[in-house]
């Protein structure tokens, strides 16, 4: 019979060909972007809190973003303008914010590329005006979707991908951002601050579609690799994680990722998801007894301080880590307490090359988070 990775990854999969698919269309709405930024305009993010997270600022994608939710005074913003909102079923319900501001672009004539399954609530678009409604593009493959997540971040790279490919065919290379974690990054994307395009551009026109499907082509082999070579050790990770529950120990995560889900055999520390905020004491309390540090990192688990500071606070608490990283090490002394796993992921955590251009383009780990989440989940005893 199927494991439950192997059909995850059947559901990922099915869910990023429906999207190749639907590249003639994301094509065409990268099209109707790329006119109007060259415009002038400027090219927005919003939507729920997880996806707008995952677009804006990372590494390999577009450097020139404006955040709605922190500078949501549309009416600032010209009528070239586009917002790309994205939502994803699962967030935060409370957050309606986004559905009002883009309620105001639409009024005020900007372009709103919205990538959802069916129509948020939040925003109702069967009471919009004619002409508000011409100024909404709605993507979302026509085919089937069992995985939602893996649906609309593969249609938003995809996008991604072509607005910059639409751009390249007007003579504009749009600015892009190196993944940190390389030296000299900061000083390469802090020349490029503030610059939607580069001032000169080696890169040639590219073809309607080379990106999008690049991009989906690329995750798709990602996460059928990621299962061939990792089914046993995610079933080991979920009897850990099971044996923790059973025997009332905590099991808590913190991510160096953008993305994050809430699976019910999960708590973050305190509300804190985020590794670098979360402080070595609290991780040791919240551990006590002997609980299980979950961490999804990048290349690696930890970084500068953390080195020492969170291997500290597990020894302490008598602690197990469960690490998923490029290259996930631990500290001798805590490696029988630790179940560590390599995502194969590049460390520049993008997986699209364009001629010409120095970096590599459009980010898997978001996708790859949420497929590593939903592989260990559905492989729970007693699922």
Request: charged share 25%.
């Amino acid at each position: 019979g199927q494991t439950p990775a192997a059909k995850v990854t059947e559901d990922i999969c099915i869910s990023l060909d429906s999207v190749e698919k639907s590249i003639p269309e994301i094509s065409k709405a990268a099209e109707l972007i790329a006119e109007r930024w060259i415009d002038g305009g400027t090219l927005c993010v919003d939507g729920t809190k997880e996806w707008a997270t995952e677009i804006y600022y990372r590494a390999g994608g577009l450097a020139h973003l404006k955040f709605l939710p922190q500078y949501p005074d549309v009416e600032k913003y010209n009528q070239k303008s586009i917002v790309l909102a994205g939502y994803l079923p699962g967030g935060d319900k409370s957050d309606t914010k986004w559905a009002k501001r883009i309620r105001v672009a639409l009024k005020k004539g900007m372009l709103v590329v919205l990538i959802a399954p069916g129509d948020p609530g939040a925003l109702n678009t069967k009471t919009l005006s004619k002409s508000e409604r011409e100024n909404l593009v709605r993507l979302w493959p026509q085919g089937s979707t069992p995985d939602i997540e893996a649906a609309s971040l593969a249609t938003s790279w995809a996008l991604v991908g072509e607005i910059v490919s639409a751009c390249t065919r007007r003579g504009k290379m749009p600015t892009m951002l190196k993944s940190v974690l390389f030296e000299g990054a900061r000083d390469r994307n802090g020349a490029i601050h503030g610059m939607p395009f580069h001032k000169k551009t080696s890169v040639s026109p590219i073809k309607p579609g080379v990106l999008g499907k690049a991009y989906i082509q690329s995750a798709r082999r990602w996460v059928t690799d990621f299962t061939a070579r990792n089914s046993g050790k995610i079933e080991q990770i979920a009897s850990h994680i099971s044996a923790q529950k059973k025997a009332g120990k905590a099991v808590v995560a913190v991510t160096t990722g953008h993305i994050w889900m809430d699976p019910p055999w999960l708590v973050s520390v305190k509300g804190v998801k985020e590794l670098h905020k979360a402080s070595s004491e609290t991780i040791s309390r919240e551990l006590t007894g002997g609980g299980t540090l979950m961490i999804i990192g990048y290349r690696e688990l930890f970084y500068g301080q953390r080195q020492t500071d969170v291997p500290e606070a597990v020894r302490k608490a008598g602690g197990w880590i469960v690490g998923f990283a490029t290259h996930p090490e631990v500290p001798d002394d805590l490696a029988d307490r630790s179940v560590l796993m390599s995502t194969g992921w590049p460390d520049s955590d993008a997986i699209v090359e364009i001629p010409g251009y120095d970096i590599h383009v459009l980010p898997i780990t978001g996708l790859a988070q949420i497929a590593i989440y939903r592989m260990i989940s559905e492989s729970l005893p007693g699922k």
